[in-house]
């Protein structure tokens, strides 16, 4: 990442509450054109909500391997004692990402979805208060089917309105896969597995525009796109997450680049 800083693009997308097992059973054409070999790359999670997850990934600690380490990192912020960072990891002296990006001429856009980036309670401005631009409406939240659909036309405003030759790192948190997601899947009473996973075919569905948008600025662009955590449907005696079990600890993870067009 250290040599894309500056001539690329970013886009950052974490599929909010997606469960590894139902990343990898869905039927995602877009994404599967898009991931390196096809398939995504199981990982862990820094941690069991979206709160604790993205102060995390913004200092550079994305998920992490499945398998034994160390495993050189992307980015990080630099700290004392730091052993996952390598030749080719951009290390900043920045307490946090986008902080860093602004410093190197990038315009910062926070695109919220799950309610600890509604700013409407001084806890949802601290997330989006890292970006130069941050937006977030009840069009964009868990409750709307086309939540995806609203963001990417707030997406697309923003693109428009900013100068060619100015990088663009873009974060776009999705809210589609949180609960309540039954409504992806018609006539159903309850949120469970199968309406997650519908969820997330809605979203796929809506990525090809995403990619377009981004790489459509005449520069290439470095994708990262993630899960921050999974989430319970009745396992164990558990709903929803913020505990340590397997299906919320496991996630999916992939990033890739896309060309200009």
Same mark, same amino acid.
């Given at each position: 990442?250290?040599?894309?800083?500056?001539?690329?693009?970013?886009?950052?997308?974490?599929?909010?509450? !997606?469960?590894?097992?139902? +990343?990898? %059973?869905?039927?995602? *054409? =877009?994404?599967?054109?898009?991931? /390196?070999?096809? #398939?995504?790359?199981?990982?862990?999670?820094?941690?069991?909500?979206?709160?604790?997850?993205?102060?995390?990934?913004?200092?550079?600690?994305?998920?992490?391997?499945?398998?034994?380490?160390?495993?050189?990192?992307?980015?990080?912020?630099?700290?004392?004692?730091?052993?996952?960072?390598?030749?080719?990891?951009?290390?900043?002296?920045?307490?946090?990402?986008?902080?860093?990006?602004?410093?190197?001429?990038?315009?910062?856009?926070?695109?919220?979805?799950?309610?600890?980036?509604?700013?409407?309670?001084?806890?949802?401005?601290? !997330?989006?208060?890292?970006? +130069?631009? %941050?937006?977030?409406? *009840? =069009?964009?939240?868990?409750?709307? /089917?086309?939540? #995806?659909?609203?963001?990417?036309?707030?997406?697309?405003?923003?693109?428009?309105?900013?100068?060619?030759?100015?990088?663009?790192?873009?974060?776009?948190?999705?809210?589609?896969?949180?609960?309540?997601?039954?409504?992806?899947?018609?006539?159903?009473?309850?949120?469970?597995?199968?309406?997650?996973?519908?969820?997330?075919?809605?979203?796929?569905?809506?990525?090809?525009?995403?990619?377009?948008?981004?790489?459509?600025?005449?520069?290439?662009?470095?994708?990262?796109?993630?899960?921050?955590?999974?989430?319970?449907?009745?396992?164990?005696?558990?709903?929803?997450?913020?505990?340590?079990?397997?299906?919320?600890?496991?996630?999916?993870?992939?990033?890739?680049?896309?060309?200009?067009?």
């Amino acid at each position: 990442m250290r040599d894309l800083i500056g001539t690329h693009d970013l886009l950052f997308v974490t599929l909010d509450t !997606l469960r590894y097992d139902a +990343a990898v %059973a869905a039927r995602t *054409p =877009a994404l599967a054109s898009v991931l /390196p070999g096809g #398939v995504w790359e199981r990982r862990h999670t820094p941690a069991s909500f979206t709160y604790a997850a993205h102060h995390a990934f913004f200092a550079g600690f994305l998920p992490t391997p499945v398998t034994p380490g160390p495993h050189e990192r992307l980015f990080a912020a630099r700290f004392g004692g730091s052993a996952s960072s390598g030749p080719s990891t951009w290390v900043f002296d920045h307490p946090d990402l986008p902080t860093a990006l602004a410093a190197e001429g990038y315009h910062t856009l926070c695109l919220g979805g799950v309610g600890f980036f509604n700013p409407a309670a001084p806890l949802g401005r601290v !997330l989006p208060g890292l970006f +130069a631009e %941050a937006h977030w409406e *009840p =069009a964009f939240g868990v409750t709307e /089917p086309d939540c #995806v659909g609203a963001q990417l036309d707030r997406l697309e405003t923003v693109i428009t309105g900013l100068p060619a030759g100015r990088p663009l790192f873009t974060f776009l948190n999705i809210a589609a896969l949180h609960q309540p997601n039954r409504h992806y899947v018609p006539g159903a009473a309850v949120d469970s597995p199968s309406t997650h996973t519908a969820a997330l075919e809605y979203v796929d569905g809506r990525l090809g525009r995403l990619f377009d948008l981004v790489s459509g600025r005449g520069r290439p662009c470095l994708v990262i796109i993630c899960s921050d955590h999974g989430t319970l449907y009745g396992e164990d005696g558990h709903t929803g997450h913020r505990v340590a079990h397997e299906a919320v600890w496991t996630v999916p993870y992939a990033h890739f680049l896309l060309d200009a067009t």
